[in-house]
């Protein structure tokens, strides 16, 4: 169990928690690839972009309850809340971060994982 999140993952929370879209998309690095609901977002533009369409829809706000590093990977649980059909979700998180910045983020429903 991890008990101080790496400080990228820790201001991804605090930014989308925020609803800071500027933030939240300095967060990642050049070639970040964020996973979501099927979609792939590439570089902190089209993160940016997606992020905001989800708060300003949906008025996402996100509750940190555990994270484990697996793997090269930060896995984060968290339970996510918002203006959505089954809300409130547990959701993982699951980072790769390499020089303070999210190269990777894949966001899944707890405890499910992907197959990869």
């Given at each position: 169990m991890i008990t101080k999140l790496p400080q990228p993952i820790e201001t991804y929370f605090q930014a989308s928690n925020s609803y800071d879209s500027e933030q939240f998309?300095?967060?990642f690095a050049e070639n970040a690839v964020v996973r979501d609901?099927?979609?792939e977002y590439r570089g902190p533009?089209?993160?940016k972009k997606w992020i905001e369409a989800a708060n300003n829809k949906l008025q996402v706000k996100t509750e940190v309850t555990a994270a484990v590093g697996q793997n090269g990977e930060t896995?984060?649980?968290a339970?996510?809340?918002g203006n959505f059909e089954g809300s409130?979700?547990?959701l993982?998180?699951?980072?790769t971060v390499e020089s303070q910045k999210i190269t990777a983020l894949r966001i899944l429903l707890a405890g499910v994982g992907d197959g990869e």
């Amino acid at each position: 169990m991890i008990t101080k999140l790496p400080q990228p993952i820790e201001t991804y929370f605090q930014a989308s928690n925020s609803y800071d879209s500027e933030q939240f998309a300095d967060c990642f690095a050049e070639n970040a690839v964020v996973r979501d609901e099927g979609k792939e977002y590439r570089g902190p533009a089209a993160i940016k972009k997606w992020i905001e369409a989800a708060n300003n829809k949906l008025q996402v706000k996100t509750e940190v309850t555990a994270a484990v590093g697996q793997n090269g990977e930060t896995i984060v649980t968290a339970t996510v809340s918002g203006n959505f059909e089954g809300s409130p979700i547990p959701l993982d998180f699951h980072f790769t971060v390499e020089s303070q910045k999210i190269t990777a983020l894949r966001i899944l429903l707890a405890g499910v994982g992907d197959g990869e």
